[in-house]
Each structure stands twice: as C-alpha cells, then as structure tokens.
C-alpha cells in the first residue's frame, strides 16, 4: 500500500480515527494508563479507560482532554502514535491527515495539535472545525449560498455554526456537553441524595434513564455509590425525573445559546435555517427527547445526524474527498517543516 489519508476526531471522551477506504477503524476512549514509579504507558483506550477510578497507587490514569482542550499534550501523543504507527505500518508514503477540532480552537492550540499529529508521522495535516465535519458527515450541502445550523455535542463542547458557501459563517462553543451533564447527575445525587457516585455510574445513568424532557410515567433506575456521609456502600433508585431535574440547567444553557447564536445571524441565513432545520450531531445529541426539547424552545426544526456519534470522524473522511473545496475556503494542509520553520527529522 502506497498510502492512504486519514481522518481524525480528537475528542474530549474518545478519538476516532477514518482510514480512507475502510471508514472509521479506531474507536477508543481518550485514556491512558502508566506506571508511576517508571513511567511506561501501561494502556490506552478501553483498557485504560476500565482502570479509570480502580487503579492502584502504583498507576496513573490520565484523562488528556478536557473541554476540548488539550491538557496533557505528551498523552496525546502517546495515544496518537500507538494508531497512527499500526496504521501506516504497511505504508510506503507517510499520509495526510485531517483533524477535527471545537470552532473555539485558539491560534495556539491549533498550532499544538498541528505540531502533535505531524511528530506523530503525518506528512501534511489539515484542521477544519467539528461542526463542519458534521455537516459533510451527515451529507449536507452547504457549499452553496444556502444557510445551515449545525449542534455538534460531544464529551467535552457543545459547538453551534452557522455554516453558508462552504465555510463557517458565525459560531460558538460551551463547555456544556455529555461530560457536564455526567456532572450535575454526580452533583445531584450528592446533594439531594447524600450518594457518591463516579463518573462511569452518572454516564451509565444518562443513557438509560436520562431524558432531556419529564416522562408521563417516570422509569427507575438502582444505582450504587458510597454514602457521603457514613462512608459506607448504599444504594439507591433513581427515577427518570431526578435526571432530568439535574440535568435541565445544562439543558437550558445549550437552548439559550443556541437562540443567542440566531439572534446574531444574517436574516437570510436565519430564514434559510427556520426552513431547513438544526442537525444535531455528536454523542451527546443522543439523549432522547433532545431533539423535541430544542424543538419546542427554538421554534425550529430540529433532526438527529444519522449515526451522530460517529457523524464527526464520518465528516474528516469526506473532507478528505472534498480537500479542493476546503483549500478554497481557506483550509490548508500543513507540513511539519511550515510549522517549524526547519525539519527535525
């Protein structure tokens, strides 16, 4: 194999990797596990991510992203190099990668995930914005004078764009998303119920009781934590409208900025949106009744991507068809020595 590009999603709670040709092939959680006492990298993804909260003091689990963000940019490295190396390893030619980054990307972390993916072994990288990449992965065609809405929620970032002729015409990202609503279930239950809970437990609770509106009849749900105040294991139920009573700040704040995100769009754009609808994508737009709730607040339509939690890494992949209209619009593909200004190689 000569070789082949790639697309990345680099997400808060996961990372996804899109091989031309084969579609996404990597789907892990955004973990690693090493040794304290020598530093080895133990484990990465879903191996790591079972460690998560469990470890003993000799291992540290390291959770790299947050908000988006990169926080610890040497795991992110470590995680990238172990799927890129097993990717390319049948290349002959190092290949061009595309990535995903939140639309609230600094010029900074841009130039640092840019300068991460080609140490990893990229030849040429290229960032394009998530709600971007979820608007191709979910086949719209925004290449044309014709406004759309994109909600892409992920773990980290809730990102909202206006996207017209190819390009983002207005956006805005909030650190509210799958991640935060996990924290006001852990929230809840230790305030109004005296339970710790960990974060697998409110992540497991979100997607079997969790609803973005109350339920005619409201579904329960045992939950098991350590009582803050004893100490001791306990247990408890849940119901359907506990979590949406935690869960309906994060919600309002997702509906008001998206309304905000209108208020400041052109007319035609807005009039073109109010008829087509907002896609929603990403792995958090998947708590049910989300869609309706936006619905009824927006005065919109409002539909889910098909495959949303896959829509992003699906969209790096016809980004990579589509490189010529991205280049147009201002994306580039970058080498490792336009980035430095010299080759470390």
């Not at 990597?26 to 990465?44: D, F, I, Q, R």
């Not at 991640?179 to 809840?188: E, G, L, P, V």
């Not at 306990?234 to 309304?259: A, G």
């Not at 919109?300 to 147009?328: H, N, S, W």
Request: with cysteine; glycine share 10%; net charge positive.
């Amino acid at each position: 194999m000569i070789a082949r590009d790639i697309g990345i999603d680099l997400g808060t709670t996961s990372v996804q990797f899109f091989l031309q040709g084969r579609g996404v092939v990597v789907n892990e959680p955004s973990v690693a596990a090493y040794s304290v006492k020598t530093g080895k990298l133990l484990a990465t993804g879903k191996r790591a991510l079972a460690m998560y909260g469990k470890a003993p003091k000799s291992i540290e689990v390291i959770k790299p992203m947050s908000g988006g963000v990169v926080e610890d940019f040497e795991v992110i490295r470590h995680i990238l190099n172990k799927h890129l190396n097993r990717l390319c390893s049948r290349m002959l030619l190092k290949p061009n990668v595309v990535v995903c980054v939140p639309s609230s990307v600094t010029l900074l972390e841009q130039r640092t995930i840019l300068d991460l993916v080609t140490a990893a072994g990229a030849a040429k990288v290229c960032l394009i914005e998530e709600p971007l990449a979820a608007a191709l992965g979910a086949g719209l065609e925004f290449n044309k004078p014709n406004g759309a809405m994109v909600v892409d929620m992920g773990g980290g970032t809730t990102d909202i764009a206006v996207l017209t002729m190819g390009q983002t015409a207005l956006s805005r990202s909030i650190k509210v998303a799958g991640n935060a609503m996990d924290a006001a279930i852990i929230s809840w239950c230790r305030r109004v119920r005296s339970l710790s809970i960990g974060e697998s437990t409110a992540e497991r609770v979100k997607k079997l009781i969790g609803y973005a509106l109350p339920l005619e009849k409201a579904v329960k749900l045992p939950v098991n934590g350590k009582n803050r105040i004893t100490g001791q294991p306990e247990s408890i139920v849940v119901s359907s409208d506990d979590v949406y009573e935690s869960l309906r700040p994060k919600l309002e704040t997702i509906s008001e900025t998206i309304r905000e995100v209108f208020l400041m769009t052109p007319p035609e754009l807005a009039g073109d949106i109010a008829k087509n609808g907002i896609l929603l994508s990403g792995g958090g737009s998947m708590l049910r009744g989300l869609d309706e709730m936006l619905r009824q607040d927006l005065g919109a339509p409002v539909r889910l991507a098909p495959d949303p939690q896959y829509c992003v890494a699906a969209g790096t992949g016809k980004a990579l068809k589509e490189i010529d209209i991205l280049i147009k619009n201002g994306h580039q593909y970058r080498t490792r020595e336009e980035l430095l200004g010299y080759s470390d190689y």
